[in-house]
């Protein structure tokens, strides 16, 4: 199985982007997902994690900002990132929490 995200690119600062995670067939149904990222020179972090159930959890850095959603159907969890800022800038990362698979990242680059 393999996670496959997209939907990163270049942004000003304020800008938004939505990431898509997406796997194959039904690999994602009931299971929590994850979103990571990763900005140079720094450790991976956690920003979001959405259950099966569809509960969501955020980082800090997330809150208020950042959305988490799931479309079962389409096995594909969702990252809305809005009013994004410089600090935001990393490569973003998907997973599959309960067989930690994780997905090939994204680049995500914010400009002031």
């Known amino acids: 199985v393999q996670l496959q995200a997209s939907g990163g690119g270049s942004v000003q600062s304020g800008g938004s982007l939505r990431l898509s995670c997406t796997a194959s067939?039904?690999?994602?149904?009931?299971?929590?997902v994850g979103w990571y990222r990763q900005a140079p020179g720094k450790q991976r972090e956690w920003v979001a994690t959405?259950?099966?159930?569809?509960?969501?959890n955020y980082a800090t850095s997330a809150v208020g900002r950042f959305t988490i959603s799931r479309d079962d159907a389409k096995s594909t969890v969702f990252l809305q990132m809005d009013s994004l800022e410089p600090e935001d800038t990393a490569v973003y990362y998907c997973?599959?929490?309960?067989?930690?698979?994780w997905g090939k990242g994204t680049q995500v680059t914010v400009s002031s």
């Open positions: 067939g039904s690999f994602f149904s009931g299971s929590s």
């Open positions: 997973r599959h929490i309960q067989f930690n698979i």
């Open positions: 959405i259950g099966g159930g569809g509960i969501t």
